[in-house]
T-cell receptor, first 116, second 114 residues
Framework: GAVVSQHPSWVICKSGTSVKIECRSL??????MFWYRQFPKQSLMLMAT?????????EQGVEKDKFLINHASLTLSTLTVTSAHPEDSSFYIC????????????FGDGTRLSIL | DAKTTQPNSMESNEEEPVHLPCNHS???????IHWYRQLPSQGPEYVIH???SNVNNRMASLAIAEDRKSSTLILHRATLRDAAVYYC??????FGGGYQKVTFGIGTKLQVIP
């Protein structure tokens, strides 16, 4: 089945650090990638939707200057958490949609981000 | 976007069938019904999807009501590895290119009892 690789799987860093998370679709081309955030015992919250070659669309309340998204190719999207603070600690998950047909979303395994 | 409602939690005995319900009374004619599941500390995993007819795959079966206002995910023999949160969502087929955002509800937490 379709595979989405997300890296790193966990990060621990100091407050003020910027952290980059990569999301790759390994065996299909993804025109659209989604970034979610999930707090403990809560559901996935959509942060932004990115389409290859264009600017990401952010959900209300998500700071675009804080969470930089780049979707430069059909197989790679990155999320950079800039100047991270403890309240940014969360589980970040990416998801990708295939180009053709009514295909389901495929998700990465998530990145556990802990800001000290 | 059309919403879905699911029970917060369910229990099943190991090796017994499990029927996970989902209500989507405001579903539109172009909405596909998708099911995902999420194991602890992992990203969601695709399970199955369908439009009108019942669907089967190696993981599960999807039974869709005739009026499409509800559906049921069926795990034929629950195992301990099936303990997860199961999400039922709707995706509009008109947005196959991916311009539609999809909202995840709380889902159903399935507990499998040995």
């Amino acid at each position: 089945g379709a595979v989405v690789s997300q890296h790193p799987s966990w990060v621990i860093c100091k407050s003020g650090t910027s952290v980059k998370i990569e999301c790759r679709s390994l065996d299909f081309q993804a025109t659209t990638m989604f970034w979610y955030r999930q707090f403990p015992k809560q559901s996935l919250m959509l942060m932004a939707t990115s389409n290859e070659g264009s600017k990401a669309t952010y959900e209300q309340g998500v700071e675009k200057d804080k969470f930089l998204i780049n979707h430069a190719s059909l197989t790679l999207s990155t999320l950079t958490v800039t100047s991270a603070h403890p309240e940014d600690s969360s589980f970040y998950i990416c998801s990708a949609l295939q180009v053709v047909g009514n295909q389901p979303q495929h998700f990465g395994d998530g990145t556990r981000l802990s800001i000290l | 976007d059309a919403k879905t409602t699911q029970p917060n939690s369910m229990e099943s005995n190991e090796e017994e069938p499990v029927h996970l319900p989902c209500n989507h009374s405001t579903i539109s004619g172009t909405d596909y019904i998708h099911w995902y599941r999420q194991l602890p500390s992992q990203g969601p995993e695709y399970v199955i999807h369908g439009l009108t007819s019942n669907v089967n795959n190696r993981m599960a079966s999807l039974a869709i009501a005739e009026d499409r206002k509800s559906s049921t995910l069926i795990l034929h023999r629950a195992t301990l590895r099936d303990a997860a949160v199961y999400y039922c969502i709707l995706r509009d087929v008109r947005f196959g290119g991916g311009y539609q955002k999809v909202t995840f509800g709380i889902g159903t937490k399935l507990q499998v009892i040995p």
